[in-house]
């Protein structure tokens, strides 16, 4: 069936380094792919979305790029900031928006 | 637009007792969702309501788990005779039906089942 593999955390890293958290699908078609963040305490906030390949999501200085050669759907942050530091999900829908998500990756990030 | 918002925000209770949740969607959602996440899991789809129907149920849904939108606003999700593997965190999402709309969660009901 269709899931999201994520790259397993923490992930630390100091503040205004560059951040990539790794993600590869697997699905029949082409979904659209979502990146969602959780701050301590809270719930779930849709980050950025891809809705086909080669579409460039961003949101927050935050960027994804849907690669359907590759499967992969990687974050990217040029620069974190400590107000980053949450836990960030893949997911992709798997029929009338029932998403499945990765495991997540906890973010780390130190002034 | 006030957001999806589920109450209690913690709940303990005993093994063996029934527990009931709710959720309050963004009210121009007509898709309602439930989802469990238990700690360094990400979410994990229980069962999602379409206005008023309840469309489909997950596997994980067992039979002691039961939840109602009964005028296809807020919903309602119940667990009786709980057990300590109900321990997780619940959450609820909203969205307008359509394959690309997001989903609005809410801020989530901890369990804990002592």
């Known amino acids: 069936g269709d899931s999201v593999t994520q790259m397993e955390g923490p992930v630390t890293l100091s503040e205004e380094a560059f951040l990539t958290i790794n993600c590869t699908y697997t699905a029949t078609g082409y979904p659209s792919l979502f990146w969602y963040v959780q701050y301590p305490g809270e719930g779930l906030q849709l980050l950025l979305k891809a809705t086909k390949a080669d579409d460039k999501g961003s949101n927050k200085g935050f960027e994804a790029t849907y690669r359907k050669e590759t499967t992969s759907f990687h974050l990217e942050k040029g620069s974190v900031q400590v107000s980053d530091s949450a836990v960030y999900f893949c997911?992709?829908?798997?029929?009338?928006?029932?998403?499945?998500f990765g495991t997540g990756t906890r973010l780390l990030v130190s002034p | 637009d006030t957001g999806v918002s589920q109450d209690p925000r913690h709940k303990i209770t005993k093994r063996g007792q029934n527990v009931t949740f709710r959720c309050d969607p963004i009210?121009?959602?007509?898709?309602l969702y439930w989802y469990r996440q238990t700690l360094g899991q990400g979410p994990e789809f229980l069962t999602y309501f379409q206005n008023e129907a309840q469309l489909e149920k997950s596997r994980l849904l067992s039979d002691r788990f039961s939840a109602e939108r009964p005028k296809g606003s807020f919903s309602t999700l119940e667990i009786q005779r709980t057990e300590q593997g109900d321990s997780a965190m619940y959450l609820c999402?909203?969205?307008?039906?359509?394959?690309?709309?997001?989903?609005?969660f809410g801020n989530g009901t901890r369990l804990t089942v002592t």
């Open positions: 009210s121009e959602h007509n898709r």
């Open positions: 999402a909203s969205s307008f039906a359509g394959d690309n709309s997001p989903l609005h």
């Open positions: 997911a992709l829908p798997t029929g009338f928006q029932k998403l499945v």
